[in-house]
């Protein structure tokens, strides 16, 4: 079990404490849990005032924030910002990571085309195929199937039960949680020439992923009908996300869960979509851009704007909508007790 003291704490954010320094911590809670020997973090008003009925030794405090008047004597870690704080204290508390042992597990099926690095780790049961290159410290959990002609760079972690078919390419130092799917055949389909039926589009392109970005659980990235559909460097797609044939995204965007991109849309550069939003196929979102959850968004939108709503509009005129139609049961009650004194009249 990890423990540190207050002073070692502080030392480590970078901040200033306030209060009593000799305790020792040897875990991180929230507030309504957190035990005598715990750290919890405040990051706004609203948690401060929860702060008198929980039994936290330390809580880490945004410099802007109060504390209430019943906690002046217990110990604070002031600091600039209180969530970045709290990864840096999660990093000393986390268990150390289980790295697997660099080989080929037995079970392990490896075309003899393939190409490994130094101290790659190949999982029980994973499927490695013809042509297929992985880089140095790269790790396969169990039952990964890499297709043939991929490539991934070095220091990749690909989790349990990841598909990535044939041609895909990923950069340096991405992660790939369970389940995902790389490079399956976007959804394209046409009525067939007779009109008896539906027929198939072939997709001949591929996924190109860059470096440092994370992908969730079960989340799914199509290959492209030709081209390819590409991710950009320090992108993070959340889990449960689709990421159609074509789309174009660029760097350091945030995607959240179950949020859906159609195809042939492109993304600017660190765009952040709140979770379930929902983008139409060839429309263009800017950089900087913000997507409130749930947004629906049906057309393009200009650089460094925030939009939410259904259908989706920018964020100031999607509020006053809002408010309207709120006031919508009191205007028609007054609508209606006027045309009954109309009538009356």
């Known amino acids: 079990m990890h423990s540190y003291t207050i002073t070692q704490l502080a030392q480590h954010v970078g901040g200033q404490i306030a209060g009593p320094d000799e305790v020792t911590i040897t875990g991180i809670q929230v507030l309504d849990k957190a035990l005598a020997s715990d750290l919890s973090f405040i990051r706004s008003a609203t948690f401060a005032q929860q702060w008198s009925s929980?039994?936290?030794?330390?809580?880490?405090?945004?410099?802007?924030?109060?504390?209430?008047e019943d906690c002046a004597n217990r110990s604070v870690i002031r600091v600039e910002d209180a969530?970045?704080?709290l990864n840096k204290v999660i990093e000393l508390f986390a268990p150390p990571k289980v790295c697997p042992q660099a080989g080929v597990h037995p079970t392990a099926v490896v075309s003899e085309t393939a190409t490994l690095g130094n101290q790659v780790c190949i999982g029980p049961y994973c499927v490695v195929g013809d042509n297929v290159q992985i880089g140095d410290g790269c790790v396969l959990h169990n039952?990964?199937?890499?297709?043939?002609?991929?490539?991934?760079?070095?220091?990749?972690?690909i989790y349990s039960g990841v598909v990535i078919r044939e041609r895909t390419q990923i950069g340096h130092h991405v992660m790939i949680?369970?389940?995902?799917?790389?490079?399956?055949d976007g959804f394209g389909f046409r009525a067939s020439d007779d009109g008896q039926?539906?027929?198939?589009?072939?997709?001949?392109?591929?996924?190109?992923?860059?470096?440092?970005?994370?992908?969730?659980?079960?989340a799914c990235v199509d290959r492209a009908k030709f081209s390819a559909t590409t991710i950009g460097d320090g992108t993070k797609i959340d889990n449960l996300c689709q990421i159609a044939h074509n789309v174009q995204i660029g760097r350091c965007c945030l995607i959240a869960a179950q949020a859906g991109i159609a195809g042939s849309t492109t993304i600017?550069?660190?765009?952040q979509m709140g979770g379930q939003v929902g983008l139409r196929d060839n429309i263009h979102i800017g950089s900087g851009v913000k997507l409130a959850a749930c947004s629906a968004v049906m057309g393009d939108i200009p650089d460094g704007?925030?939009?939410?709503?259904i259908p989706a509009k920018e964020q100031n005129i999607a509020a006053r909508e809002f408010v309207a139609i709120r006031?919508?049961?009191?205007?028609?009650?007054?609508?209606?007790?006027?045309r009954k004194q109309m009538k009356n009249d």
């Not at 997709?203 to 659980?217: K, L, R, S, T, Y």
């Not at 704007?305 to 709503?309: I, K, N, S």
């Open 83 to 85: 969530d970045l704080a």
């Open 305 to 309: 704007e925030t939009w939410m709503g």
């Open 268 to 271: 600017g550069d660190g765009v």
């Open 143 to 157: 039952a990964v199937s890499v297709h043939e002609n991929s490539s991934i760079g070095s220091n990749c972690e």
């Open 54 to 68: 929980s039994a936290a030794a330390v809580v880490l405090l945004a410099q802007s924030i109060d504390i209430p």
């Open 327 to 338: 006031k919508l049961p009191e205007l028609l009650k007054a609508y209606k007790e006027f």
């Open 177 to 184: 949680h369970p389940n995902a799917v790389i490079g399956a």
């Open 197 to 218: 039926g539906i027929t198939k589009i072939p997709h001949i392109g591929n996924v190109i992923i860059g470096n440092h970005v994370e992908i969730g659980a079960n």
